[in-house]
């Protein structure tokens, strides 16, 4: 698609020093994907594995003080979506729920994980119940947040997002000229009034000279394609943690995702924002980590 292509061009045409960030850091990888080509962070180990992505605009820099959180008794790994922070999507690449399943498991694979559970946030939330359909026995559980069902982010898309972004090119160039206007405005209405916003900025903010990217348009498009009726997850386990002072969802239904994931059970964060795993991650991580000794196996 058009749009795709718009995408792979910019995101490009900006990343000249990538390649130069990524030697500072052992841990951190390039996974060269029919996707794109990912960047991801490993701590390594035969641990418990457990897997983040993060909602843009933040980045895997945004999961530092959360992963050591864990490190000690999980293998940790967090890796940007194509089109997001420093992963660069492929000229194909369209953020269909098949394509997105399709990076989660060349990660996993990449990375040579048998088994782990996916902690997605937001829309990248949709990914991860359409790679735990796709190989339900390499996911061992999914804790999302701020993940309502397909149809309620339909909505949340139509009622918040600004008309140009839903429509292909001029959705990918107004992405593109208005990305650092974007970003504060975000971050602004998504975090509790109160919230420390230099702490989302720093990360990204540093980032994005080296060419961190922000394919806001592509995932709306690619999401807005999609139909709810084919995101039904049957068997697997699911929890999702609501923040619920994230102004950009307050009048979307948290309890939405059980039309798709009937089973789940659903955490509420009554101070958080948009970012509650970033926001409050003791809490959260004690949360996952009740979540994953019960389903993790």
């Keep these: 698609m058009i749009g795709s292509l718009i995408d792979g061009l910019l995101t490009r045409w900006s990343a000249s020093d990538r390649s130069v ?27 418990p594995c457990v897997v983040f992505v993060p909602d843009g605009p933040n980045i895997i820099e945004h999961y530092e003080h959360l992963s050591k959180l864990l490190a000690d008794e999980y293998r940790v790994v967090c ?12 000229y194909s690449y369209a953020h269909s729920l098949d394509e997105g399943a399709r990076a989660v498991m060349d990660v996993l694979d990449a990375l040579k994980i048998r088994k782990a559970t996916l902690a997605f946030s937001c829309a990248n939330g949709f990914y991860a119940v359409r790679a735990a359909q796709i190989a339900p026995e390499r996911i061992a559980s999914l804790f999302l947040s701020q993940t309502p069902s397909l149809t309620a982010m339909h909505a949340w898309t139509k009622r918040v997002l600004p008309w140009p972004l839903k429509i292909p090119v001029l959705g990918q160039l107004t992405s593109w000229i208005f990305e650092k206007k974007a970003i504060d405005s975000w971050y602004r209405y998504a975090l509790p009034r109160n919230a420390d916003r230099m702490r989302f900025h720093r990360p990204g903010g540093a980032a994005r000279p080296k060419g961190a990217c922000f394919c806001l348009a592509g995932v709306v498009q690619g999401l807005n394609r999609e139909s709810a009726v084919s995101l039904k997850l049957l068997n697997t386990p ?28 659903i955490l509420k964060f ?4 948009h970012f509650p795993d970033v926001e409050q991650p003791e809490r959260y991580v004690d949360f996952l980590i009740k979540h994953m000794d019960k389903h993790l196996q």
């Design 238 to 265: 699911c929890a999702m943690v609501w923040g619920c002072v994230d102004r950009s969802h307050r009048e979307t239904d948290a309890h939405s995702l059980l039309d798709c994931v009937e089973h789940a059970e």
């Design 21 to 47: 960030s990524m030697k500072n850091a052992p841990s951190m990888k390039i996974i060269e994907s029919g996707t794109g080509s990912i960047r991801a962070m490993d701590s390594g180990s035969t641990k």
């Design 79 to 90: 890796f940007d979506m194509p089109g997001f922070g420093l992963s660069l999507p492929a």
């Design 270 to 273: 009554e101070d958080c924002g």
